[in-house]
């Protein structure tokens, strides 16, 4: 029987804030345990909570850029439940009314694209934190994340593979950074994914029972988990068993995921509204002035892209992986005016010395400036493409000034037709079986040419003025 995958993710998204979702504890990441929890956040006798307004105009930015529906109105609800992180016995959530409903993210899915709808997203707070690894025999407990704003993404079931997954989760990372309302760190679990995992039949209708993978803080751990979920399912459906609803977690060291618990439905959890918080209401006012902040949107960018710079899809998609590496390409086509070369060399020569030194390309040594000057004198035959990767190793270095390189190198590109012709005739004279082999049919003894002649100018000959004066020379 042939299976087919099916799942939808659920993405917890910390929002930027400096300030948690109902109080004024503060949310920077690495805090010494339990100093950034107040009595807000643990409910603690007469307290009251208060909704963050930046909290909520950041959900506001995400239903904009995602094309999805605002409520007007959507109402904060408590859901009970009971666990050591979490005190206070319930989370304030959004249940019935979410703040953002019925959105779309396209991701691009081999040569083609993907429409994934995304049902809904809404505001809650964190948890606070369990920590198993550093007490023996106990799990201690950190309460600074309880209280930490959360925009929680959840998509129907339109994935199929744990690729698209994958794909679809990278995209709305880039998406949440881009428009600046969390900063993508999973290490620090900013931003973590839960995927709903079940198989069917190819070809029937009806859902198959889902399995939930629970606080994923990495892509490829995303991956692997529901391949392997996947895996275990249809293995248990083929040896005649069922697949029951549970939460499971992965295990990266054993690359497997075990049951947690039962999976709870959400009867389960006794949603009822918080009686503390009065109902949120969004104008038109504030959507519009919102609207009116948001930068050009990825998507966008791609396509202005392919347009103004010439690029294909796939150096488009590239480029707009960040809002600064896509600022950083745009310095750079602007100054010298070569989009595609720009394209390139960020893509290839700078994005390589970046991961070898694991530096952010707004930690670049080279500055957008200085590499397209450098391209410049590309495009000008000032230098070759070799001798160019010669000089950015030297800006990469920080040796100074392009053409300070250029000169204090001896790397300018020798364009003189009569120099290279002498050149060329020397080494035709000096190399007779060479040229034999090649007047014999043996393209690669004129390869062999070619390299003689860079070889006696240090690289430094127009590359296509030797093979033109070759083939006139070898004629």
Request: proline share 4%; aromatic share 6%; net charge negative.
């Amino acid at each position: 029987m042939t299976w087919e995958t099916v799942i939808g993710l659920e993405v917890h998204t910390q929002l930027s804030t400096v300030s948690k979702i109902f109080s004024a504890a503060g949310t920077a990441f690495g805090a010494a345990p339990n100093t950034q929890a107040c009595g807000i956040d643990i409910a603690l006798p007469g307290v009251l909570p208060v909704l963050n307004k930046e909290a909520v105009q950041k959900a506001i930015r995400f239903g904009l850029a995602v094309n999805a529906a605002i409520n007007r109105r959507s109402v904060f609800a408590r859901k009970n439940y009971f666990y050591p992180d979490l005190p206070k016995g319930y989370q304030i959530s959004q249940y019935e009314l979410p703040v953002v409903e019925h959105g779309k993210l396209k991701i691009r899915v081999g040569e083609g694209e993907k429409i994934i709808r995304i049902t809904r997203a809404h505001l809650e707070e964190d948890a606070g934190k369990s920590l198993h690894e550093d007490f023996h025999g106990m799990t201690g407990i950190d309460l600074n994340r309880a209280g930490t704003p959360l925009l929680e993404i959840v998509s129907e079931p339109d994935l199929r593979s744990a690729e698209e997954a994958v794909t679809y989760a990278r995209t709305l990372h880039t998406l949440v950074t881009w428009i600046d309302i969390c900063d993508g760190n999973m290490q620090e679990g900013s931003f973590r994914v839960d995927a709903n995992v079940s198989v069917r039949p190819l070809g029937q209708a009806e859902f198959g029972t889902r399995c939930e993978i629970k606080n994923l803080n990495s892509f490829r751990f995303l991956e692997a988990a529901i391949r392997y979920e996947a895996r275990r399912q249809i293995e248990l459906l083929e040896d005649g068993g069922m697949v029951r609803q549970e939460t499971r977690l992965y295990d990266p060291d054993k690359g497997e995921t075990r049951a947690m618990r039962s999976k709870e439905d959400a009867h389960d959890y006794r949603y009822f509204p918080d009686p503390d918080l009065l109902p949120l209401e969004i104008g038109d006012d504030w959507i519009e002035a919102t609207r009116a902040q948001m930068p050009e949107l990825p998507e966008a960018m791609q396509a202005r892209f392919q347009q103004q710079y010439g690029l294909p899809p796939y150096d488009a998609a590239v480029l707009t992986g960040s809002r600064a590496l896509a600022a950083y390409f745009e310095e750079v086509a602007a100054a010298c005016g070569q989009g595609k070369l720009s394209a390139n060399w960020v893509m290839g020569e700078l994005a390589g010395a970046l991961n070898k030194a694991d530096l952010d390309v707004t930690q670049s040594p080279v500055s957008g400036a200085q590499l397209a000057k450098l391209l410049a004198r590309i495009h000008d035959g000032t230098l070759s493409g070799k001798l160019a990767k010669q000089v950015f190793e030297a800006l990469w270095a920080g040796e100074g000034d392009v053409d300070a390189v250029v000169d204090a190198k001896g790397l300018r590109q020798v364009s003189d037709s009569a120099e290279i012709e002498q050149i060329v005739e020397q080494v035709l004279a000096a190399n007779a079986k060479s040229v034999e082999e090649f007047r014999a049919g043996k393209e690669k003894a004129f390869n062999a040419l070619v390299g003689q002649v860079m070889k006696a100018t240090k690289g430094r000959a127009n590359p296509a003025q030797v093979n033109e004066l070759l083939k006139k020379k070898l004629a």
